[in-house]
């Protein structure tokens, strides 16, 4: 390992000479080397948690979300063709297929947040920082698998430049940096991200009502020509029909017409549940979601109060519109209100609330600051996320608008907490001040002397005033 | 027909076979029907069963087994469920504080006393807050001094006189940045000489007394929150605390020190009482299973504090006791070995700084105590203890201390002496990977010891602050360290004051500092925002 280091020291290039070099080394030798520094003024020790650390946790909760991705992207293109529609039939198509949609997703975004990064760094003059550690993993599991990469790449660009370099960097951003991304390409380019074609990779619209799978690329076909090799199922051309009756809709798409009723006649409950559904990357698995959102929880790195807030303020929501809905349903019902109606259990699986909440709304940095407002943002960030994802016609989901509305409001939240916490210390000094003088009347007169009239007497023995 | 008498069994019993079969037409609900009978049934077996233990326990008492404990086959409901707080802490007024952190590392000191032999002592100016950084010296180099003399004072404020430590010889006047006086050296006597005092009268008013201890040398040891500065003369303190035990990581024993001395503690709580007309409070350790020998002090208020580190810090306990402040919220705080110091001088007639410093930490093959005064040379003090090589020396814990030298000298409030590798080594992936074991209050990061080799490394680089709540999980205090922290980087007078700047002093964040993730120097910051709202006014 001494050697190792002696090797990778060896290379650092003079700050002075060239500063983006050095930035970039630096970034490579923290990343690898827990750096010899030491403590200096102040406490000797520290704490074995850094931000990396912090940061690094988020990512690896992320990591079965990301395998599941993988495989549904190609599970939902195979299901909407009619082929291996069992869940491991074809699995080596499915993944090839998924990874194949993901990882041009994953470098565009690293290499263009990490590259605006680097260069921000440099010209700052200070180390790169974590944050986009976070950000990078999370944009990709946010957008739909068919997302056009230079559309991805202006989003990211904007998000990383305005969101967050213009403030600063990591650690003065006031909107989650990921979800920035995503309302660019939403208000940007909302066909995109909004329309029913974008959530099942590879289908094409041929015609008014007629879809087909896009033609595989190169790509495909090298692994076809692994695959054919070994004997296994391989891509094909492509240009495949449709099943008949598939639409594409995500089940939000189709609850905001015909509520619960018409998202059963598509989707069964368990699929919804387990996340073999069309959505975005990785934001349908609610096991795995609530997986991550237990690890985070328990090893502190993501606040609980945000979780559970959420959690509270999402039943307390649906509950409430499951109130103002009509109790019973006909044809003539409007379709809002059969999307009212759907028990919040039901709206909780459906769409990405569990994802935003445990991954989204907890990011530390936008989120409040103190622990009560951590509550009260969390509680909101639910309830009026459901009020715009039911009641709003315009957004077929609200967690990406009212998460950044509650970033935007955090710091109003955490100033009233601050206000009280300052009149509450200065009632409670007051309080304790009655208690002292009950005290001191209690304990009687201890001779404190203090009369004028003393005749001050020099007590020392050295004459030195 | 003695079973009928008791009919809850048979009924019960009864009624569960008639419900039974009838299950057929009971119908859905079954899993629920068995559910209840089963409870029922458990239920049941459990009464007969503790009823027949109770007739156990009444027929052994009557053939004479007293003990209750012993009798029964279960534990009675009130030892499962009373507290563990031992007996004395029922009477006495006990906080209880859940926040907080022991630094699980090694070192905590052996009770063994040693007595080095030591010649070099030194006060050090810097050691008080509040002063001009020029005092004025009054001693020559050569000059001899009993312990007791003044040395030096400040130009400001040249009521307060500074104290020789010890008697002997002036030897050197070291100086420091920009001419300060960094300190002064005394050879110490091997016969050690206390200046003599004529002590004021029990009932002299406060006046005089504050006037002698001024002449004294006695004065520097009270220190005025806010801002931990050495007492105003002319202020009256609402009130005095003291903190009796030290729960720094693998900090001392007080109650070591107080051995044999408690009647010089008392007299000492009795010089306090006389200095302020509100109370004087002890901070004493609910922790233990036996009482705490300050409880035995007369004439103060006592305060029990139960939970981890700071919990030991004065300034935890002012703020749960009653938050100081400025103005008439103005209040003094003591160490024990302070205490110590006045009781010497109203008891024994003596300025007489001895006191028991502990060598602690990892470095050290055989941490222990060393009886010496203040501001003893390191070098000297530590001449027969093994050291290991690469070593951090500090003059007070890891926490708040300062790096000192073999040349340095203890600083005049400190009775610690802690030595830690230092930690200037790189650890592979050390960041995704902790292989060396380290100190953590992060669940994810594993902490299989109490006894960890902790090291100076800093784990990681300085980032923005990112709040993850870790200051709160760390101080037991009502107050918003990140948002004091940023209005003290953007000097807003207002917030600070609001949020509590007047309550804390540099030790009381050391440990939020220890835990800060973005490695952020909280105590600089604070003291910066000290300086501030002190040239504000």
């Known amino acids: ?465 | 027909m003695r079973i009928f008498t008791r009919s809850a069994g048979p009924s019960l019993l009864l009624l569960a076979a008639l419900l039974l079969q009838s299950q057929a037409s009971v119908g859905g609900s079954n899993l629920v029907f068995y559910g209840i009978a089963a409870l029922a049934l458990i239920l049941f077996f459990a009464i007969v069963v503790s009823v027949a233990d109770n007739f156990m326990v009444i027929e052994s008492k009557s053939i004479g087994i007293q003990d209750e404990q012993t009798a029964g086959l279960f534990p009675a409901f009130r030892q499962i469920f009373a507290s563990r707080t031992p007996d004395y802490l029922k009477k006495g007024h006990l906080y209880t504080l859940t926040k907080g952190y022991d630094i699980p590392m090694e070192g905590k000191p052996q009770d063994i006393i040693r007595d080095p032999k030591v010649t070099r002592f030194a006060i050090t100016p810097p050691d008080f807050f509040g002063l001009m950084p020029i005092p004025k010296v009054v001693v020559e180099v050569g000059d001899v001094v009993k312990a007791g003399d003044p040395v030096f004072f400040d130009k400001k404020m040249a009521r307060i006189k500074f104290a020789a430590p010890v008697s002997g010889e002036v030897i050197a006047v070291n100086r420091g940045l920009k001419r300060s006086i960094a300190e002064i050296v005394i050879l110490a006597d091997k016969k050690q000489v206390s200046r003599t005092y004529t002590l004021p009268s029990a009932a002299a008013p406060r006046e005089e007394l504050v006037e002698f201890l001024l002449e004294s040398g006695a004065w520097p040891v009270l220190r005025q929150r806010p801002y931990n500065v050495v007492a105003d003369p002319d202020v009256i303190p609402r009130d005095i605390f003291v903190s009796t035990f030290d729960t720094s990581p693998v900090g001392p024993d007080l109650s070591l020190t107080v051995r044999g001395r408690m009647d010089v503690f008392q007299s000492g709580v009795e010089v306090l009482q006389r200095l302020t007309d509100g109370l004087v409070y002890l901070g004493l350790d609910g922790r233990g299973e036996t009482d705490s020998p300050f409880a035995a002090v007369s004439g103060a208020e006592k305060r029990y504090f139960r939970g981890a580190h700071p919990a030991g810090n004065v300034g935890v306990q002012i703020h749960h006791i009653h938050p100081c402040g400025v103005g008439e919220n103005t209040v003094w705080t003591l160490g024990v070995e302070d205490v110590l110091l006045l009781g010497e001088i109203f008891r024994n007639g003596r300025y007489d700084t001895t006191r028991l410093v502990a060598l602690t930490g990892g470095s050290f093959s055989d941490p222990c105590y060393v009886r010496t005064q203040t501001g003893a040379n390191i070098g000297e003090l530590l001449a027969g203890e093994a050291v290991a090589e690469n070593s951090r020396l500090i003059s007070g814990d890891v926490l708040s201390g300062t790096q000192k030298t073999n040349e340095g000298f203890v600083n005049f409030f400190d009775n610690q002496l802690t030595a830690i590798p230092e930690g200037n080594e790189a650890e592979i992936f050390g960041w995704l990977l902790p292989l060396k074991p380290r100190a953590s209050i992060s669940p994810t990061i594993p902490v299989l010891s109490d006894h960890i080799e902790i090291t100076t490394n800093t784990h990681g680089e300085k980032r923005a602050f990112v709040v993850n709540n870790d200051y709160e999980q760390v101080m037991p205090m009502d107050i918003y360290l990140t948002q004091l922290m940023k209005s003290i980087i953007v000097n807003d007078l207002e917030s600070m004051e609001g949020l509590g700047i007047y309550e804390l002093v540099p030790e009381d964040v050391a440990l939020a500092e220890f835990a800060c993730v973005s490695k952020q120097p909280l105590q600089q910051l604070l003291r910066q925002g000290h300086d501030t709202m002190i040239s504000q006014g």
Do not use: C
């Open chain 1, 1 to 465: 390992m001494k050697a190792l280091h002696d090797f990778v020291t060896k290379f650092e290039p003079e700050h002075g000479k060239s500063p983006f070099l050095h930035t970039t080394y630096d970034a490579f030798y923290t990343f690898l080397f827990q750096p010899p520094t030491v403590t200096t003024g102040g406490v000797h020790v520290r704490d074995g948690m850094d931000l990396k650390r912090l940061m690094v946790q988020v990512v690896l909760a992320l990591q079965v979300l990301y395998i599941f991705g993988t495989w549904n992207i190609g599970h939902q293109h195979f299901t909407a063709l009619g082929q291996y529609t069992g869940l491991l039939e074809g699995i080596h198509l499915k993944l090839v297929y998924g990874l194949i949609q993901i990882i041009p997703i994953f470098v565009v975004t690293h290499v263009v947040g990490l590259g605006i990064e680097f260069l921000y760094a440099t010209k700052k003059g200070h180390a790169v920082e974590e944050g986009f550690l976070v950000s990078g993993a999370l944009i990709p599991l946010i957008m739909p698998p068919d997302l056009p990469l230079w559309i991805l790449a202006v989003a990211v660009a904007f998000a990383v430049v305005l969101g967050k370099e213009a403030f600063g960097g990591t650690g003065m951003n006031i909107w989650n940096i990921a979800l920035l991304s995503r309302v660019f390409i939403f208000f940007a380019y909302p066909t995109t991200i909004s329309g029913d074609e974008v959530w099942v990779s590879g289908i094409e619209k041929v015609d008014a009502g007629v879809y087909a799978s896009e033609a595989y690329n190169f790509v495909h076909h090298g692994f076809d020509w692994i695959f054919s090799g070994l004997g296994w199922a391989t891509f094909g051309v492509g240009g495949n029909l449709v099943v008949d009756g598939w639409t594409g809709a995500t089940p939000l798409g189709i609850a905001a017409k015909e509520g619960w009723e018409g998202v059963s006649a598509v989707y069964d409950q368990s699929s919804i549940f387990w996340g073999t559904i069309p959505g975005s990357i990785g934001e349908s698995s609610v096991p795995l979601i609530i997986l991550g959102m237990f690890y985070l929880m328990f090893t502190r790195i993501a606040d609980y109060r945000v979780i559970v807030g959420g959690l509270i303020g999402f039943l307390v929501g649906g509950f409430m519109l499951n109130a103002i809905a009509p109790s019973v349903l006909t044809d003539d019902t409007p379709g809002i209100f059969k999307f009212m109606a759907i028990h919040p259990l039901r709206q909780m699986i459906m769409g990405s609330f569990l994802f935003a909440i445990t991954f989204m709304a907890t990011d530390p940095v936008s989120s409040a600051d103190t622990p009560t407002g951590k509550w009260i943002y969390g509680f909101l960030i639910a309830f009026i996320g459901l009020i715009i994802r039911v009641l709003n016609p315009a957004y077929p989901e609200g967690w990406m608008l009212s998460i950044l509305l509650l970033n935007t409001f955090a710091p109003l939240i955490d100033h009233y907490v601050y206000q009280a916490n300052i009149k509450r210390r200065a009632k409670r000094t007051a309080k304790m001040a009655i208690e002292r003088h009950e005290l001191i009347t209690k304990r009687g007169d201890i001779e404190i002397l203090t009369p004028q009239t003393a005749n001050y007497r020099d007590v020392g023995s050295t004459g030195v005033r």
